[in-house]
């Protein structure tokens, strides 16, 4: 399993009139610890676009339990379950101390600048089946 | 049922690097279509909000099929299928002329802005349930 | 001189909880008003994309007289005073109905993908010269 | 003279198709760092805005030298240089290691929930005197 975390401190332009916030913004949220855990794996996503591989999202879901407030600290942790090949899937959860506030799930795939779908660099595959290893 | 529909011309800061437009937004695009549906019920949101209702987002979802552009004209239609009770659940498509390029689900909630679930407002159940019988 | 105005329909995500839009939002509009003039003048910005010319923003401010709230239709002004040589110079109003609510400055050059500011295209200057004539 | 800093991590989403920082989004991390100094002085905003007071922005400007980009790590510097009296007045140095990107500045008033400009907190008034004092 591949797992990583970050900690975030809520934005006031992430809120929004209802005084929480906006649910879109917590996908942005799961980027960044997308972003991290591919730093952790020793695989940085700007090196990846550098060689010409982008990472769309194909799909995206979330689930709202409890909202979060301007100058929250949250945790986010991102998870990959499975080796990934052709799909990576992701799942997240956003808590503030304990309190578990979102979940989330997203879809990605391995693309090049053209658009089209491509088998993930070998790099990308052997440091993910050797982080399922350990 | 109810449906609505709005046009978008995409703005170019709702575009990433990646040159297409950055997944999140699209929910950003959800929620227009759903202040048109609201409006055309005859149930504005900003008078919902005045009367003390909000409708939060309790879970969210997009698959992407295809990328849209900076500047491209878009259509997002939202339909709400069965009569709203508590939950409200509402679909959309985003098309560039004919191409469907996105799909996705919210629900939703009637929230008291001490942020308990509440029966929705009257005169949104009856108008709802006339649009249902047209 | 050069002018165009764009309506803009406040979006949710662009209030914060101060129950006003964010102040960061209105550069955003600025920049949809500028699309539209340029759209007007015959030089859509996405067609100089394709050419090779960005039109980044060098310089920018705004003042903030009276806030606009969620679902507020306002409008959007652009205005270049002077013929455009290398440093382009807009002014922005933004109003709701006869009230001004914001008044705004940006500064573009033509720049080159490789980041070099370069002469604006032919093209360009030519309608910009003759909506000048006009 | 007050001041304070942060680090910011640039995130995906915060970049268009130019492949670098949309320039609306140095306001929101302008933000970060006043709201870093409002901590360090021990008058958080959050506390402010608890007491019945906002602190809007009135005016805001930016000079964009050179461009950020995504994955970049940033310091943002936020400088009060006269002691706040109605008006704040405060400025910004956005840097990646010694290269300075972007200036800018922000000008504020404290305001009550109703919208009408207010004396600053005695507290607030009392603490930014001592930081000025040492």
Redesign the interface.
């Known amino acids: 399993m591949l797992s990583a975390s970050v900690d975030i401190r809520v934005?006031?332009?992430e809120?929004?009139?209802?005084?929480?916030v906006?649910?879109?913004?917590y996908?942005?949220w799961f980027?960044?610890a997308r972003?991290e855990l591919l730093d952790q794996m020793g695989c940085?996503?700007?090196d990846l676009?550098k060689k010409g591989y982008?990472l769309?999202?194909?799909?995206?879901?979330?689930?709202?339990q409890s909202?979060a407030f301007?100058?929250d600290r949250l945790q986010v942790k991102v998870e990959i379950a499975k080796i990934p090949l052709v799909r990576i899937q992701a799942s997240y959860e956003v808590r503030r101390g304990s309190e578990l506030l979102v979940t989330g799930q997203t879809e990605h795939a391995f693309v090049s600048r053209a658009?089209r779908v491509v088998r993930p660099p070998e790099n990308f595959l052997n440091l993910a089946k050797k982080s399922f290893e350990d």
């Open positions: 934005r006031y332009k809120t929004d009139q209802m005084g929480v906006y649910h879109a913004n996908f942005t980027e960044i972003i940085p996503y700007l676009e982008l769309p999202v194909l799909t995206c879901s979330a689930s709202f909202p301007f100058d658009g």
